[in-house]
C-alpha cells in the first residue's frame, strides 16, 4: 500500500481495501469512507503536495492488524511529520486505517 501512496496512485492504493472500507482519526471520527472517500480524499491531497512521500520507520504485524511508524514529508524540503497507522483487515484487504499524529 505504501508503495501505491508514494506513486501517488490513489486507484491502487483502494483496490487493496474492501469496499466499506475508511480512514479515521485514532478512535475518533472517519476522515474518508467507503474506496470512493479514500480515493477522492488522496487525489485532493495528492494534488496539493505533488510530492508528498511517506518512509516506514518501523512496523508490527499482530493477527488481522499492521501498525507502521512513517515519516512523511509533504516535499522534499517541505514540512516533515511522523504518524503512527493502524491497518485493519478482513481476509487480504484493509477494512480500517486509523492514523495517530
Do not use: W
Not at 494534488?47 to 516535499?75: C, M, W
Amino acid at each position: 500500500m505504501i508503495a501505491r501512496y508514494n506513486a501517488q496512485d490513489a486507484d491502487g492504493y483502494v483496490e487493496l481495501m474492501t469496499h466499506d472500507a475508511c480512514e479515521a482519526g485514532y478512535r475518533g471520527a472517519v476522515l474518508r469512507e467507503g474506496r470512493e472517500g479514500v480515493r477522492s480524499g488522496l487525489q485532493a491531497m495528492f494534488a496539493q503536495f505533488p510530492q508528498n512521500h511517506a518512509d516506514i520507520l518501523t512496523s508490527y504485524e499482530l493477527g488481522e492488524t499492521v501498525v507502521l511508524l512513517e515519516k512523511v514529508s509533504r516535499a522534499p524540503d517541505g514540512e516533515q511529520f511522523d504518524v503512527m497507522s493502524i491497518y485493519s483487515f478482513s481476509g487480504d484487504k484493509v477494512s480500517r486505517v486509523e492514523f495517530i499524529r
